[in-house]
């Protein structure tokens, strides 16, 4: 198998290409990739949860807000802790361009599932997508990396566009499987944004060949028995993963073992932290990794956990929000009640509009731009704001009083900066501080830092009819802002772990 060493040369063509807007043309297929599996995602993702509580008499499951937000935690989480083997998987066997391709149509596969009127069917298409986004989403951004060589001054913008393509598909999403969800047919928005992922298949098909060789092989062993025994072992631990999956699936159907959302929900918590521990401890403790490679995964795990904790923020604007724009935000404007799901369209709007400032910000600053962990803790700091401003909002209207949809838009908009200061930043330093031959591993190591937050968001959504809404959001602002207080008293001793990775 080819070395790094040996395909450097082959990828020059590719990285010194400046026909998308000076970057890499394969950039743009990528762009246009993960924005439509971002228009299923968020399409899918902004009536998830509204589905999932609205009456049977009404299209809807009838579930009670505390399974909806179990479910609903539970799936999102699975996304992306599903990236972690999905990553391995790519640089084991697939290599990251296959694994996109497989994870683009097991996504459209499962949203088709949830068109069909079967409550087992709908559960059924919510695993296939999850196994989808774990392939196609840390490759993706793996790509991205590979198209740059190490140094390029335009990783960080290239990053900060492709991001920006994540959220035009985001912005599409919530106004068209928003409008068909709730006012046509619920299942029918799901087919809408399965139909979107089909269209981002073909694209990326069709645009391949701008990708030149980037991720088109798994990363290379140490020799060839090393590599066969590698793709061996790969292989052993994913037939193993699948039997386990497929017994547990066995005892749930025959009742051997009860399994409800809240049971599994629960467990996963479990097992997210399980998998952070052994993960770290590995990177950190475990041998054959040099000094400069532990100390550069020390400065992961700080950036992990100031990940998580924005994303349990953040993310709350699928579950939490979602049900604060339905039940309690006055949403006519002019006569006219939107539906719900559409505030979800503010903050990739918003992304769309100050994406490219941030990106100008960021080349503009040079030598003066804050570090990584800076720009996290500015991400803490809004996201904490973000809900600071709801829970003023809430507070002054108790006993089921409508809002001005405006406090949700300013809580969005604290959310969308936070944003912008953290989530490309780290998909960025990620591709740089992660050691080479497990770079798609540690993309989906990332990934897993979302997982946490979704899992976080979930729990916050089953508590919406328990706690006084202004004591829920309030809580979840003092966390944030306290964690980014605490973030910037380690800025300088993660910059020193990060070992001269700018």
């Not at 960021?362 to 904490?384: N, Y």
Request: glycine share 12%.
């Amino acid at each position: 198998m080819a070395t790094p060493q040996d395909l450097a040369p082959a990828l020059d063509a590719t990285r010194a290409d400046r026909s998308f807007f000076g970057h890499p043309r394969g950039l743009a297929t990528l762009f246009f990739t993960e924005m439509w599996e971002r228009f299923s995602y968020y399409g899918m993702r902004a009536l998830l949860i509204l589905f999932m509580t609205a009456p049977a008499a009404a299209g809807g499951l009838g579930f009670g807000v505390a399974k909806a937000g179990a479910v609903y935690g539970l799936y999102t989480a699975m996304v992306y802790l599903l990236c972690l083997p999905g990553g391995w998987l790519a640089d084991r066997i697939l290599g990251q361009r296959r694994a996109v391709l497989y994870g683009g149509i097991l996504i459209a596969a499962g949203q088709f599932c949830l068109v069909a009127p079967s409550t087992t069917v709908f559960y059924a298409g919510l695993v296939v997508l999850m196994l989808g986004t774990g392939l196609l989403k840390p490759n993706a951004s793996t790509i991205v990396g590979q198209l740059y060589a190490a140094g390029d001054h335009r990783r960080d913008s290239g990053f900060s566009i492709f991001y920006m393509g994540i959220n035009v598909g985001a912005l599409i999403a919530p106004i068209a499987c928003g409008w068909v969800g709730e006012r046509i047919s619920w299942r029918l928005g799901f087919g809408l944004a399965g139909v979107g992922m089909l269209a981002g298949v073909i694209q990326y098909v069709l645009g391949g060949r701008y990708l030149g060789i980037a991720g088109l092989h798994p990363a290379a062993a140490e020799s060839p028995e090393a590599d066969r025994r590698q793709k061996r072992n790969a292989l052993s631990s994913a037939v193993a993963a699948l039997l386990l999956l497929g017994v547990v699936g066995a005892l749930a159907a025959t009742g051997v073992v009860e399994f409800t959302a809240e049971v599994i929900s629960n467990a996963l918590g479990v097992v997210l932290i399980v998998i952070c521990v052994a993960v770290f401890s590995w990177l950190i403790f475990g041998r054959g990794w040099s000094v400069t490679e532990r100390k550069r995964s020390a400065a992961i795990l700080v950036l992990f956990l100031a990940s998580a904790l924005f994303w349990s923020m953040f993310e709350q604007a699928g579950s939490s929000l979602n049900l604060f724009a339905e039940r309690n935000t006055n949403r006519n404007v002019l006569g006219f009640e939107f539906p719900a799901s559409w505030f979800q369209f503010v903050q990739p709007a918003l992304i769309v509009l100050l994406a490219p400032v941030f990106a100008w910000l960021w080349a503009k600053m040079s030598d003066r731009e804050p570090s990584s962990p800076a720009k996290f803790s500015l991400g803490l700091l809004f996201g904490g704001a973000g809900f600071a401003v709801l829970a003023w909002g809430a507070w002054q209207a108790p006993g089921g009083v409508l809002v001005s949809l405006w406090w949700l838009n300013v809580t969005y908009l604290m959310h969308t900066i936070g944003e912008l200061c953290l989530s490309p930043v780290g998909l960025s330093a990620m591709t740089k501080l992660a050691p080479a031959r497990v770079a798609g591993f540690m993309m989906g190591l990332w990934f897993v830092s979302i997982s946490i937050g979704d899992y976080l968001a979930g729990k916050a959504a089953s508590l919406y009819e328990s706690l006084s809404l202004a004591h829920l959001f309030g809580t979840v602002a003092v966390f944030g802002i306290g964690a980014a207080v605490l973030l910037v008293l380690l800025i300088r001793p993660t910059v020193r772990l990060m070992s001269g990775v700018k």
